[in-house]
């Protein structure tokens, strides 16, 4: 039986993550409040943030702006919109 968290994206029970998905006190914040679902649509949402945005992670300056998307994603803040970008169909 998996385990169940209070998602803080969803607001409800839902399954949890396996494991910590980041080490240290970030990712036990996670495993405890999101749920398995939400990091995967953040795990989408960060990979078109860094393809469309052509952030480039060995920067702490775009690094830090996809901590700030995180924690707006998961309080369910708004999130930046990338212009231009058309969803596959």
């Not at 749920?35 to 690094?63: F, G, H, P």
């Amino acid at each position: 039986m998996s385990r169940t968290v209070h998602c803080r994206k969803y607001r409800k029970e839902l399954p949890g993550l396996p494991v910590p998905p980041l080490p240290g006190a970030k990712g036990q914040d996670l495993y405890e409040n999101v749920s398995a679902q939400a990091w995967q649509e953040w795990m989408s949402y960060q990979t078109m943030l860094i393809n469309e945005k052509q952030l480039n992670l060995m920067d702490m300056t775009s690094r830090t702006y996809l901590n700030e998307q995180m924690e707006k994603f998961f309080s369910g803040d708004a999130v930046d919109e990338v212009e231009g970008y058309v969803p596959p169909e």
